[in-house]
């Protein structure tokens, strides 16, 4: 008895936009029409701004569509399977200015991306001179380019915004979460934890720690030390160290817009011995992006697939492959 395996048809075409490293849109190549997976756009998008999204993505599709077949189609090109990645997209910083990116992948590899300031592609891995001949005229115009990064894109990232900010996410009212850790000598570090603050509250704040109603130390709420929850909320924390004995003299104090909360140290969650991630430096820890603010980012896979004896398996295994590390190569951009 012979056994024969029937492989799915590879899409041609995989499309995931993010928004704050956050899956929330998605283009649906079978069906030919963008979806969200963020119920708050779903409410407040109407058909005409549905089918303006859907038909910016096909646009952007094409484009790359046509790089492809231009390079897949040259002489000494292999046959099988080749894949196109583009990860493309904005960030509002503080001061409300814009900063664009776009880089593409072949094969699973850094390709190009695309300089701002020079209006210019450069290549991201070593480079012959015939390559770089041969790949930088094949990139998108940068004419097109530098329209997208400098108005398509903020436009559309100022209407999510606007989406998302109508109507913000009921996740509860912040809260504050004091612990402790015992060191063998003979100190204690005493952290502060802020959750579930909304983006209009990580906008304008402090989390302070106060002995005796003195103000410790504090740390004023800035894209550099607010970490995303990934609920559409954020998160901060500041450390102190005490001596043994000393933690009925603190108080951590979060001050927002629109609110006020205490705990003092001796209401603590004892955690002894704790493995949860220390300070490296005296000031809040874990930094993200440097100077942002928000970030939208989409992330496209064109595939073409010329059939070729044998190795069907394989050529199917290595797709998903290299869909998943663009997947997650997106969120670890800038």
């Known amino acids: 008895?012979?056994?024969?395996?029937?492989?799915?048809?590879?899409?041609?075409?995989?499309?995931?936009?993010?928004?704050?490293?956050?899956?929330?849109?998605h283009y649906?190549?079978?069906?030919?029409?963008?979806?969200?997976?963020?119920?708050?756009?779903?409410?407040?998008w109407r058909a005409m701004t549905w089918a303006r999204e859907t038909e910016d993505l096909q646009e952007m599709v094409e484009q790359l569509k046509r790089m492809l077949a231009e390079v897949t189609g040259q002489k000494g090109q292999d046959k099988g399977l080749h894949i196109l990645q583009a990860t493309l997209g904005c960030e509002l910083q503080r001061n409300g200015s814009t900063r664009g990116f776009w880089h593409l992948g072949y094969d699973g590899r850094n390709l190009l991306t695309f300089d701002q300031k020079t209006l210019t592609w450069t290549m991201?891995?070593?480079?012959?001179?015939?390559?770089?001949?041969?790949?930088?005229p094949r990139a998108p115009r940068a004419d097109l380019v530098k329209t997208f990064l400098d108005d398509t894109c903020p436009a559309q990232l100022q209407r999510h915004l606007a989406s998302l900010r109508s109507e913000p996410l009921d996740t509860g009212s912040p809260m504050v979460i004091v612990t402790f850790r015992n060191y063998p000598l003979g100190r204690v570090t005493l952290t502060c934890r802020a959750f579930n603050l909304y983006?209009?509250?990580?906008?304008?704040?402090?989390?302070?720690?106060?002995?005796?109603?003195?103000?410790?130390?504090?740390?004023?709420?800035?894209?550099?030390?607010?970490?995303?929850?990934g609920d559409r909320t954020y998160q901060i924390w500041v450390s102190i160290w005490v001596l043994?004995?000393?933690?009925?003299?603190?108080?951590?104090?979060?001050?927002?817009?629109?609110?006020?909360?205490?705990?003092?140290?001796?209401?603590?969650?004892t955690v002894s011995g704790e493995k949860t991630r220390q300070p490296s430096t005296s000031g809040v820890?874990?930094?993200?992006?440097?100077?942002?603010?928000?970030?939208?980012?989409?992330?496209?896979?064109?595939?073409?697939?010329?059939?070729?004896?044998?190795?069907?398996?394989?050529?199917?295994?290595?797709w998903w492959l290299l869909f998943f590390s663009t997947v997650l190569a997106v969120l670890t951009l800038v």
């Open 244 to 269: 043994p004995g000393q933690e009925p003299q603190f108080t951590c104090n979060l001050s927002y817009h629109g609110g006020n909360i205490e705990k003092r140290a001796v209401i603590v969650n």
């Open 1 to 25: 008895m012979a056994l024969s395996l029937k492989l799915p048809e590879l899409p041609q075409v995989l499309i995931w936009r993010y928004f704050d490293d956050e899956p929330f849109l």
């Open 285 to 318: 820890g874990g930094r993200v992006k440097k100077s942002l603010w928000t970030t939208m980012t989409t992330a496209f896979m064109v595939t073409s697939w010329t059939r070729k004896t044998g190795g069907d398996s394989t050529l199917l295994l290595l």
């Open 124 to 136: 991201d891995m070593p480079f012959t001179q015939q390559k770089k001949t041969f790949w930088e």
């Open 199 to 229: 983006p209009h509250m990580a906008t304008r704040g402090t989390l302070a720690w106060l002995q005796d109603r003195k103000l410790v130390k504090q740390k004023a709420f800035e894209p550099g030390t607010i970490l995303p929850s």
């Open 28 to 44: 649906n190549e079978s069906s030919n029409r963008t979806d969200s997976w963020e119920p708050r756009i779903k409410r407040h």
